[in-house]
């Protein structure tokens, strides 16, 4: 399954803050957006967060930008479940 997300780097904490602009993710992150810390950061909080492998998350689109496409290796439904619980 792929997501839109929109990352926020220098943060002061990593979490998922809800939908943005209908089909975007929005997603907080400690770490800067410089030489990679914020992806790297992006797919470990993510992993976490969803209970998957690292290997499982891969930044398909947008490794420089704000704006990402992330493949995840969930269904829609699984995901959506996952994502309500994390969000209350």
């Not at 992150?29 to 499982?56: D, P, R, W």
Request: charged letters at 25%; zero cysteines; aromatic letters at 6%.
């Amino acid at each position: 399954m792929r997501l839109n997300l929109k990352v926020i780097p220098k943060s002061s904490a990593n979490q998922i803050v809800g939908a943005f602009q209908g089909e975007l993710l929005k997603i907080r992150l400690k770490a800067q957006s410089e030489k990679g810390k914020a992806n790297q950061e992006l797919i470990s909080f993510l992993a976490q967060e969803f209970a998957l492998n690292k290997q499982e998350i891969k930044i398909v689109q947008g490794k420089t930008q704000s704006h990402k496409v992330i493949e995840i290796s969930f269904s829609p439904a699984v995901f959506q479940a996952k994502l309500q619980a994390i969000l209350k």
